[in-house]
């Protein structure tokens, strides 16, 4: 056993409450609720439709929250719709994710139509390039066919 004796894994040695603070707080705690209750007794006398609001809109609430009206726009309730309520025709209103794709494939055919028709800078030089490249290309087979004819006329004085 450790030398200091038995102690939590804080290091601490535990603590017990008073009895007499633990009176105090419930004494306190019973006094709030009998003022809060006495006043909800008064409202719903005078009106019985709001009190039917606060008890189906208001829950037992800890803590701060019973003393403070917490409003916090982050914190929804997910309210489930039946299958009648939903409206199919409606248009659906799309995600940023989903515009930016659409437009980028909008934009991609628009530049794909107007390279095809060589109007972009990226297809002009693509032109220039084949242009080169037949010509080139015209110039060898030109090459090939006097190179051909030279040596047809050359065999032929040969095996005269």
Do not use: C
Not at 149 to 158: Q, R, S, T, V
């Amino acid at each position: 056993m450790p030398r200091g004796g038995k102690k939590n894994h804080k290091g601490r040695g535990k603590q017990f409450s008073n009895p007499e603070e633990i009176d105090r707080q419930m004494k306190a705690q019973k006094e709030l609720e009998e003022s809060g209750g006495a006043e909800k007794k008064d409202s719903s006398d005078s009106d019985e439709e709001s009190s039917s609001d606060e008890e189906s809109g208001s829950r037992k609430r800890s803590g701060v929250e019973g003393l403070i009206e917490i409003e916090n726009p982050n914190r929804v309730s997910q309210k489930s719709k039946k299958v009648t309520e939903i409206d199919v025709s409606a248009p659906r209103e799309l995600s940023r994710r989903e515009r930016e794709e659409i437009e980028k494939q909008k934009s991609k055919e628009r530049y794909m139509k107007l390279h095809l028709e060589g109007k972009t800078d990226q297809a002009r030089a693509d032109l220039a390039r084949l242009a080169i490249i037949k010509k080139q290309r015209e110039d060898a087979a030109k090459k090939r066919d006097d190179v051909k004819k030279d040596k047809e006329a050359d065999d032929g004085k040969a095996k005269r």
